[in-house]
């Protein structure tokens, strides 16, 4: 298995453009998570899926920021309009079930100037 | 509420001793518990959990690490530290079969090993 894809590796944009950041969960995982690093703040939970419901966004910062899953093999993180103090790392990753360790892509570089 | 605390920023190590990176937790109900390890650059990856039976855990890598109920905490340990294990360390908690069994980490332990 390829592991969580996470595209794009790197994005540059400018503030009050629209980010979308894109996941591809492990095949046969049904838990998918977006975090931030940053550090300031550490790792943050952004939100939580289970079975492509969102089942905790409590940690989505604002109303700028959008997270869908559309089916199980996809999900997006959109921000809408970016800000800088967006820039950080956006992590994605997926388990199985509710009870086991998940895995981790490789993260987005999020840099809003 | 889940939390998860990582006392210690930073713990350094002369190559060949052995370390401890500790971690506390505070969740109702019973957690699975996690370590993972994060080189520059990388995404986290997983190193061992604690789900139930024996207290202490091996993982990948020649880690370990030891589950107490009493004093809810998880420490990773190593028996010899190795100059390539310097890199940043995480430890989490996740409540199993709940409807929300989101994962929570703690904030991070930069471990350096000099030779």
């Known amino acids: 298995d390829a592991g969580v894809i996470q595209s794009p590796r790197h994005e540059v944009t400018e503030m009050g453009q629209e980010v979308t950041l894109r996941c591809k969960p492990i095949?046969?995982?049904?838990?998918l998570f977006w975090y931030r690093q940053t550090m300031m703040r550490g790792l943050e939970l952004l939100i939580y899926f289970n079975n492509n419901v969102p089942i905790d966004d409590s940690g989505m910062p604002e109303d700028r920021f959008s997270a869908k899953m559309p089916n199980a093999s996809f999900s997006t993180l959109k921000i809408q309009p970016s800000e800088p103090r967006d820039s950080a790392v956006y992590f994605c990753?997926?388990?199985?079930?509710?009870?086991?360790?998940?895995?981790f892509g490789q993260g987005t570089r999020l840099t809003v100037v | 509420a889940q939390s998860v605390a990582q006392p210690e920023d930073q713990v350094n190590v002369a190559e060949g001793n052995p370390l401890t990176v500790k971690c506390t937790y505070s969740v109702s109900g019973n957690p699975y518990l996690f370590w993972y390890v994060q080189y520059p650059n990388r995404g986290l990856q997983f190193l061992l959990k604690?789900?139930?039976?024996?207290?202490l855990v091996k993982g990948s890598y020649g880690f370990e690490a030891e589950f107490n109920k009493s004093q809810t905490s998880f420490h990773l340990k190593k028996p010899s530290a190795l100059v390539s294990d310097s890199a940043l360390y995480f430890c989490a908690v996740r409540v199993p079969y709940s409807s929300a069994s989101k994962i929570i980490f703690g904030s991070g332990t930069r471990l350096s090993i000099r030779p």
């Open positions: 990753a997926s388990s199985v079930g509710t009870a086991t360790e998940a895995f």
């Open positions: 604690y789900i139930t039976g024996d207290n």
């Open positions: 095949s046969g995982h049904n838990s």
